[in-house]
């Protein structure tokens, strides 16, 4: 069977397809949907699919309507769009640094954000939105400082994860400082928000997110072919009409604001944005970045994740980060095993 077909349009325009990779996108759609319609009906009050899926269409009661509605729905939503704004923006660092490593976890991003969340907290007793907003400028100055630091004619891949290593360890002591500061009830609040969760999160969580994805999935994807053939050097992708630096640099922009976004959010929520590419990747054997499979990878990630939070623990008892670091940590030292047999690393 072919797995990549080409389409093209009666105005003489082409298009290639590959296959196996659109009927991936498609699994981990369905798989994302059927996950988050089967988490808002879990909770202390636990709610049949199907009630869910009427309730959704307008055709529920009254309880139903607030508990879906008000209660849930938000949470679930936030949970998609956080987890894909991390799949999305980890397969844009790999892409970029062509390092499997190469991930916003690793190269320090949510250390910089969870250090603007915690000037915030422990500073200034920020309330929930400043706390948000903290986190988001944190991010921000990390990427936009280790860009910069990692820069010398040009961005090169193993350069730039060292530079977020060396970053990520020294935004690592500021926070340890930060909380040892902090008073009980400062320390108590900072430490659940370094975890990672979904739990409270409404509908001014959601548009935020909704409307930056908006913007730039769209300009991510158009600039796909571009990432794409700069996995073949910088060089090849000059020659072929690629200007290398200000994709990379767009790229980069995005990428940083995705996972910053998605942090301010729900917290450094980690190993989403590292595991969510690689087995996208396995799933569709196919080289290049895979964007959208790690889109679709980590939303269906994340909120699989909150469901055996709550499934195993009750709602509310374990934060979604918990359960994202043991199983993104069980994966990354597979990770790293594979790398070293085949002697990459």
């Known amino acids: 069977m072919k797995t990549n077909r080409a389409i093209r349009t009666p105005g003489g325009l082409s298009v290639r397809l590959d296959v196996r990779a659109f009927t991936v996108v498609l699994l981990l759609l369905a798989a994302a949907l059927t996950a988050s319609v089967v988490l808002i009906g879990t909770g202390d009050f636990p709610i049949p699919a199907g009630d869910v899926l009427k309730t959704l269409l307008g055709n529920g009661n009254a309880g139903q309507e607030f508990i879906v509605n008000e209660l849930r729905l938000p949470r679930v939503l936030v949970g998609l769009l956080v987890g894909a704004s991390l799949g999305l923006g980890g397969a844009l660092f790999q892409a970029v640094s062509r390092n499997p490593l190469g991930s916003p976890d690793i190269l320090g991003l949510g250390q910089g954000a969870t250090a603007g969340a915690l000037v915030m907290i422990v500073l200034f007793s920020g309330s929930a939105a400043e706390v948000t907003v903290g986190a988001l400028v944190g991010g921000l100055v990390a990427g936009f400082s280790i860009y910069l630091l990692a820069w010398k004619q040009g961005v090169h891949g193993y350069r730039l994860v060292l530079v977020g290593i060396g970053v990520s360890a020294i935004l690592t002591a500021v926070n340890g400082y930060l909380m040892t500061v902090s008073d009980i009830v400062d320390a108590a609040r900072a430490m659940v928000w370094m975890t990672g969760s979904l739990s409270g999160r409404d509908w001014d969580h959601v548009w935020p997110l909704l409307w930056l994805c908006a913007v730039l999935v769209p300009l991510v994807l158009a600039n796909a072919r571009g990432l794409r053939m700069m996995e073949m050097g910088d060089d090849v992708s000059n020659a072929l009409g690629v200007r290398v630096e200000r994709v990379r640099g767009l790229l980069m922009i995005a990428a940083v604001l995705l996972t910053a976004s998605a942090t301010a959010a729900a917290g450094p929520v980690s190993f989403v944005a590292l595991t969510a590419p690689q087995l996208a990747r396995r799933l569709t054997r196919s080289p290049g970045p895979n964007l959208l499979p790690s889109l679709c990878m980590g ?25 994202t670091g043991v199983l993104g940590g069980v994966y990354l030292l597979w990770l790293l095993v594979t790398e070293r047999k085949a002697g990459r690393i």
């Not at 939303?299 to 359960?323: C, N």
Request: hydrophobic content about 60%; charged content about 10%; overall charge negative.
């Open 299 to 323: 939303a269906a990630l994340l909120v699989s994740a909150d469901w055996i939070s709550q499934k195993v623990f009750g709602a509310d008892q374990m934060p979604v980060g918990v359960v």
